[in-house]
């Protein structure tokens, strides 16, 4: 089973960047697409982004599309999420998630292995 754990949270003013980390230990991390969903309170959790197997194939929230983008280093089981002018609206605990395919998907049931999350809060 493998495990994940995010980092890279904080906060950060309104047009600002953040680069989120996901190392993954233990299971199998290359051969899966990963994924980035967040959760902000009093709400669903909502898909951000995710990545094939190898990098050659990412997907996006419309909401993020042109400003976010999703890498993985698979020879360090890392996942990344560069976030760029962020909004107060992207303020949620982000998650990074194992899919059950190689194919990367927008839907949450996919995805498995949950890390404990990292807080993003963005200020106006």
């Known amino acids: 089973q493998v495990q994940l754990v995010e980092s890279g949270g904080g906060l950060v003013q309104a047009g600002g960047s953040l680069r989120l980390s996901c190392a993954a230990s233990?299971?199998?991390?290359?051969?899966?697409?990963m994924g980035w969903f967040r959760q902000a309170p009093g709400k669903e959790r909502e898909f951000v982004a995710a990545?094939?197997?190898?990098?050659?194939?990412?997907v996006y929230a419309d909401s993020v599309k042109g400003r976010f983008t999703i890498s993985r280093d698979n020879a360090k089981n890392m996942v990344y999420l560069q976030m760029n002018s962020l909004k107060p609206e992207d303020t949620a605990v982000y998650y990074c998630?194992?899919?059950?395919?190689?194919?990367?998907?927008?839907?949450?049931?996919?995805?498995?292995?949950w890390g404990q999350g990292t807080q993003v809060t963005v200020s106006s």
């Open positions: 998630g194992r899919s059950s395919s190689v194919i990367p998907t927008m839907t949450s049931g996919d995805f498995g292995s």
């Open positions: 233990g299971g199998t991390f290359s051969v899966y697409a």
């Open positions: 990545i094939n197997w190898n990098g050659g194939n990412t």
